[in-house]
């Protein structure tokens, strides 16, 4: 994204500022649709370097271009591959300079309740993914809550407090790291019984035990 703001600054002093500009613009906005960090960032600054070579009239310009860069990409016409209300922050009126990032719309998150930001800094301090770990220590927590606890049928009938979570990744991406950090950053030791099944096979023989029963014939397992 700065390669592109450095051609964009660079062509502002040639002949065709606006024509880069909006070619900037919509490089910008399908960043954005596409769910690309610092956007919000490189469109204020982007929208500064114009309005400095073009003035008032330059804001101007760089809004309208913005709005016909979205409204394009809503229509299908820009190729991005999300919806386009990623972009639903460029309105009238809202300068791309108050916009919040994602990664400040991210540490909001972490920093609503202080059992998250725990949880954040305890990962972090251990060079592990905040996000694995918090879903380490959501699974941990659901598995201390007896069965007899359910949803209220506020939709439909009661539901039960059961959590799946799923981390990917490569070998040594750190999966098994956050599993094991997840068990350290709660101040209580969950009494649920761990299996590390490995493999599909490995996730049935967990739950299931083939028993040879006596005088049983040779080949028949109950």
């Given at each position: 994204?700065s390669?592109?703001l450095?051609?964009?600054?660079?062509?502002?002093d040639?002949?065709d500022r606006?024509?880069?500009?909006?070619?900037?613009v919509?490089?910008l906005a399908?960043?954005?649709?596409?769910?690309?960090?610092?956007?919000?960032?490189a469109?204020?600054?982007?929208?500064a370097?114009?309005?400095a070579?073009?003035?008032?009239?330059?804001?101007?310009?760089?809004?309208?271009?913005?709005?016909?860069?979205?409204?394009?990409?809503?229509?299908?016409?820009?190729?991005?591959?999300t919806?386009?209300?990623?972009?639903?922050?460029?309105?009238?009126?809202l300068?791309?300079a108050?916009?919040?990032?994602p990664?400040?719309?991210?540490?909001?998150f972490?920093?609503?309740?202080?059992e998250?930001?725990t949880?954040r800094g305890?990962?972090q301090s251990?060079i592990?993914?905040?996000?694995?770990?918090?879903g380490?220590?959501?699974t941990?927590?659901?598995s201390?809550v007896?069965p007899?606890?359910?949803?209220?049928p506020?939709i439909?009938g009661?539901?039960?407090?059961?959590?799946f979570v799923?981390?990917?990744?490569?070998s040594?991406?750190?999966k098994?790291?956050?599993?094991?950090?997840?068990?350290?950053?709660?101040?209580?030791?969950?009494?649920?019984?761990?299996y590390?099944?490995?493999s599909?096979?490995?996730l049935i023989?967990?739950?299931?035990e083939?028993v040879?029963?006596?005088?049983?014939?040779?080949?028949?397992?109950t």
């Open positions: 994204m390669g592109l450095t051609d964009f600054e660079a062509a502002l040639g002949s606006h024509g880069a500009m909006l070619h900037t919509d490089a399908v960043a954005g649709a596409g769910g690309a960090y610092g956007v919000p960032g469109l204020a600054m982007a929208e370097a114009f309005t070579v073009k003035g008032s009239a330059g804001a101007e310009d760089f809004g309208r271009a913005l709005r016909g860069s979205v409204a394009r990409i809503a229509d299908g016409l820009l190729d991005v591959y919806h386009a209300d990623r972009l639903a922050f460029v309105v009238e009126g300068s791309v108050d916009v919040p990032s990664l400040a719309q991210e540490g909001a972490w920093d609503s309740r202080p998250l930001s949880i305890f990962a251990r592990a993914s905040p996000w694995a770990v918090l380490g220590v959501l941990d927590v659901v201390t007896p007899t606890f359910r949803l209220p506020i439909g009661e539901g039960s407090l059961n959590l799923g981390l990917v990744g490569a040594g991406d750190g098994g790291v956050a599993t094991r950090i997840a068990s350290e950053v709660l101040d209580f030791k969950p009494e649920a019984v761990r590390d099944v490995g599909g096979e490995g023989r967990a739950y299931v083939m040879k029963e006596k005088g049983e014939a040779p080949g028949l397992w």
